[in-house]
């Protein structure tokens, strides 16, 4: 789960981590009073979107000279023009696609002196089985081109979970960094707060672009971006609360509520399948033939008819489609429990496109029997080869 910059600021912020004032708004004509409420006289209008690089992106509304999704304003008046001009347009930026995402809230921040601009990231290093830290003293909006020209000049320091942020690991930090003196010092507090922060809250992904060095020589936390492991949320209901639904994609909002493994993807092939390797694999030989899957939709081991008919709703819901594929292997899951499923969703829903149906596994002849029967314009597949082939031709005529 991602939550908004202005909110994770908020949550580094409780834990002791240095961030500037500010206000985040819903309407323009909360720009003015948000502003004053700020020491000034330099101000930032953030756009809130789910999506990095929003300071070299473009709104799709205005013209491409137009500034980008992060803007300062020297002044208040400034503040209310840029907040007029970005609420409610749409920001289309490296991360979000053509489509873009609709600005629908501001962050409005005091301005900072920065005399570098640094980028700390924490993460789970898997080679490791470790929590990390990813520092450069490249930070800033090119950190993408630094990772693939030099990189080199990125550091990673992985902290022993027994021992926490040690001095030594704070050492080996500031010096990846090139940070001394009141910065130096600030590290010490700093690294651990932001690691306890990640631990606490698990975190899957924390990163500060930029971590800045002000002209003071003190740090502070310029900008901030956190994604949460979706499997401990039960654990913590204020992160729950923070959640934006507007900035997710409906489907994955509703196979959320049916415990789906669901993502969108851009293709015309919907895909159901149990296990993510099955998945993959289904998704790669869509790939081979020619064609885009449209999602990753795994229906896990052990579905019932219901969550195989909500999760049949929720592919033919997406314009996009203009197949299905269904690939099951009935171990734990059985194969006329599958065929049940569908068959109940397609009657519900209707099938307006092709749907080509692979079963292997337990009481897979009576699965296959059930869909015979049916009576509905389903085509059975021997194997994933010819489902593939047969959904492929299917939808080139």
Request: some cysteine; overall charge negative; charged content about 25%.
């Amino acid at each position: 789960m991602n939550i908004h910059e202005y909110q994770a600021k908020a949550l580094l912020k409780s834990y002791g981590a240095p961030v500037a004032e500010g206000v985040a708004i819903l309407k323009a004509d909360e720009a003015e009073a948000a502003a004053k409420s700020l020491p000034g006289p330099l101000y930032v209008v953030k756009s809130q979107i789910h999506a990095g690089g929003r300071g070299k992106g473009k709104f799709k509304e205005l013209s491409p000279e137009a500034k980008g999704g992060v803007r300062l304003a020297r002044s208040i008046e400034d503040v209310v023009a840029n907040a007029k001009e970005m609420l409610g347009n749409t920001l289309v930026t490296a991360q979000t696609g053509p489509a873009g995402k609709q600005v629908n809230r501001l962050y409005i921040e005091d301005g900072a002196d920065i005399a570098r601009e640094l980028y700390c990231s924490l993460l789970v290093d898997r080679s490791v089985g470790k929590v990390a830290f990813v520092v450069s003293t490249e930070g800033g909006m090119d950190i993408e081109a630094v990772a693939h020209d030099t990189p080199e000049k990125i550091h990673t320091i992985a902290i022993d979970p027994a021992a926490g942020v040690t001095a030594a690991d704070v050492e080996k930090i500031c010096k990846a960094l090139a940070l001394d003196g009141a910065a130096a010092e600030d590290a010490k507090s700093l690294f651990p707060i932001l690691y306890k922060a990640f631990d606490e809250k698990d975190m899957s992904l924390l990163e500060i672009n930029p971590l800045i060095v002000m002209t003071n020589g003190h740090l502070r936390v310029l900008d901030a971006k956190v994604s949460f492991d979706g499997n401990a949320l039960f654990r913590h209901d204020d992160v729950k609360a923070l959640r934006d639904e507007t900035e997710e994609d409906t489907k994955e909002i509703e196979a959320s509520k049916w415990d789906l493994a669901y993502v969108a993807l851009d293709g015309n092939i919907g895909c159901m399948v149990n296990g993510a390797g099955l998945a993959m694999a289904t998704m790669d030989i869509i790939k081979l033939y020619g064609k885009e899957p449209a999602n990753f939709c795994d229906v896990g081991g052990g579905a019932g008819k219901e969550k195989v008919a909500a999760a049949f709703k929720i592919i033919t819901a997406d314009p996009k489609v203009e197949g299905i594929l269904v690939n099951i292997f009935g171990g734990i899951m059985k194969c006329d429990v599958i065929a049940e499923g569908v068959i109940a969703a397609v009657k519900e829903v209707g099938l307006k496109v092709p749907l080509v149906v692979r079963l292997e596994g337990t009481n897979v002849e009576l699965g296959k029997k059930i869909l015979n029967e049916s009576g509905l314009a389903i085509t059975a597949a021997d194997d994933l080869d010819d489902a593939a082939k047969k959904i492929v031709a299917a939808i080139n005529g």
